[in-house]
T-cell receptor, first 113, second 115 residues
């Protein structure tokens, strides 16, 4: 069975400081992992994805995530937060067998001026 | 490409009424997913289709919910009769079949309010 756990329901940072959103996964085989972002009253947009290629994945808007198999983690980072980064972020594990995505509960990122 | 299209964007109805939500997937995508998002339960997969055939409807909450995909370019999610607890944002997503990385493309959602 696959599952994903986002370790923080809410993260608050100041503009210009680093962002870290934590995610741990559970999978019986090599997973596909994603981060999606949802801005208020909007649909979900793919930030980045890991599919067993490079372990450090770069996404849009300066975000990146590192796949660490030994820690079963896929944390999302950004060196410097912008006000426009304030949104809900979802860590997701994909099932190659079924095509289904399993979503974490989400982390709300607040960016203070 | 217009992306995944959902209609209506907002729906307000009274308890007991029938509600139909519509989705047009991205052309060429063979898998379609319906999700429901609420504050309490987050994002839940309701049902998904491969090549217009329902594959897994285990997330459909009860018999009041039904979904169809009559052709590759159209799907509906129907609630009959609707109840206030059905109030949520409903998302449709599509993905190309055979894409091993399973990336899904989401529509803008339909915000349903049942009074």
């Amino acid at each position: 069975a696959q599952s994903v756990t986002q370790l923080d329901s809410h993260v608050s940072v100041s503009e210009g400081t680093p962002v870290l959103l934590r995610c741990n996964y559970s999978s019986s085989y090599s997973p596909s992992l994603f981060w999606y972002v949802q801005h208020p009253n909007k649909g979900l947009q793919l930030l980045l994805k890991y599919t067993s290629a490079a372990t450090l994945v770069k996404g849009i808007n300066g975000f990146e995530a590192e796949f660490k198999k030994s820690e079963t983690s896929f944390h999302l980072t950004k060196p410097s937060a912008h006000m426009s980064d304030a949104a809900e972020y979802f860590c997701v594990v994909g099932s190659a067998n079924t095509g289904k995505l399993i979503f974490g509960q989400g982390t709300t990122l607040q960016v203070k001026p | 490409d217009a992306g995944v299209i959902q209609s209506p964007r907002h729906e307000v109805t009274e308890m007991g009424q029938e509600v139909t939500l519509r989705c047009k997937p991205i052309s060429g995508h063979n898998s379609l997913f319906w999700y429901r998002q609420t504050m309490m339960r987050g994002l839940e997969l309701l049902i998904y289709f491969n090549n217009n055939v329902p594959i897994d409807d285990s997330g459909m909450p009860e018999d009041r919910f039904s979904a169809k995909m009559p052709n590759a370019s159209f799907s509906t999610l129907k609630i009959q009769p609707s109840e206030p607890r059905d109030s949520a944002v409903y998302f449709c997503a599509s993905t190309p079949q055979g894409v091993s990385d399973n990336e899904q493309f989401f529509g803008p959602g339909t915000r349903l309010t049942v009074l």
